[in-house]
């Protein structure tokens, strides 16, 4: 028997909950964060003496990090990030936007600042200092709330794109670069258009039955973002290149209403948009694990 998640993301975006996530390899499926970056700053703090950190690593290919502490100032540690915009009407060509800039400041003000400017070539630094957090549980949380930088910042972009009702036209959004969606806006409504490929038939077979019950749970909630799948692309994406639209799961189709950005909302709309094609892989992956035995599994 399939699991039920259709039921679930349709639920999260109504009530403006996260769906819970189990934990450990699955997560690497959803936004997890950046988990070279809760290593780097879990072993800075517990270092038993001061240690001097000055490093930089890449993640996904383009996003950028930089860490940087002293010995002598070891409370405060530098954290910078380049991440590429989540599309070009996101974000301006210098720098992150104000709103940006807010949603990061409203993230993480018990614990960071945000520097400006920002170390050069970067989009965005911030100033860590967890000498305020005594005990170490919330110290590790604190790590792991920075871990989601890269998703604040684009949760932030989406949200604000979200917002703008009463615009048209279809915008492309890259947030994991193998998997776009495009947002297409037309006045009082969003649609929100995901291009589905899949890497053999057996997945895909998978993912055509989970969009039928995505498609049926969705019509139980009178409130629910009605939700479509289609062979062919859809007429909001008309004109796109075709190297964009060539797929061999269809399209998945969300149209998000008003009500559905409004306050906490919009945030929890966004993160589930953003993880929508990570829910489907997992579905996916799961479903398949449960149909096989248990011999099978390992």
């Not at 969606?181 to 895909?204: E, H, N």
């Not at 799961?249 to 008003?258: A, K, L, P, T, Y």
């Amino acid at each position: 028997e399939p699991l039920r998640f259709p039921t679930i993301i349709t639920r999260a975006i109504i009530k403006g909950r996260r769906p819970w996530i189990p934990g450990g390899e699955t997560m690497a499926f959803f936004n997890g964060g950046s988990r070279a970056l809760v290593e780097i700053l879990t072993r800075f703090q517990s270092a038993e003496r001061p240690m001097p950190v000055d490093h930089t690593f890449f993640e996904f290919g383009s996003v950028r990090y930089h860490v940087q502490a002293s010995a002598s100032d070891p409370e405060n540690v530098y954290l910078s990030i380049s991440t590429p915009s989540l599309s070009h009407e996101a974000s301006p060509s210098t720098g992150l936007p104000e709103f940006t800039l807010q949603e990061a400041t409203k993230m993480y003000h018990k614990f960071a600042e945000v520097v400006e400017p920002s170390k050069e070539g970067y989009a965005l630094t911030l100033k860590l200092n967890f000498s305020g957090l005594a005990r170490p549980k919330d110290r590790a949380r604190a790590v792991r709330q920075v871990s989601l930088l890269q998703s604040v910042i684009l949760g932030s972009q989406l949200k604000h794109l979200l917002g703008s009702l009463g615009s048209s036209g279809a915008t492309k959004l890259v947030y994991n670069h193998r998997d776009p969606f495009f947002v297409s806006r037309t006045p009082g409504k969003i649609s929100a258009i995901f291009p589905m490929r899949f890497r053999d038939d057996t997945d895909l077979a998978v993912a055509t039955s989970f969009f039928q019950e995505l498609q049926d749970a969705g019509s139980s909630y009178a409130r629910a973002p009605r939700c479509s799948w289609s062979a062919i692309p859809p007429p909001e994406l008309r004109g796109e290149p075709v190297h964009h639209l060539t797929t061999n799961g269809g399209f998945v189709s969300f149209d998000i209403f008003e009500r559905h950005v409004k306050r906490k909302r919009a945030a929890k709309t966004a993160w589930i948009l953003l993880n929508f094609q990570a829910y489907v892989k997992y579905h996916i992956k799961v479903s398949l694990l449960h149909r096989s035995g248990p011999s099978e599994r390992w």
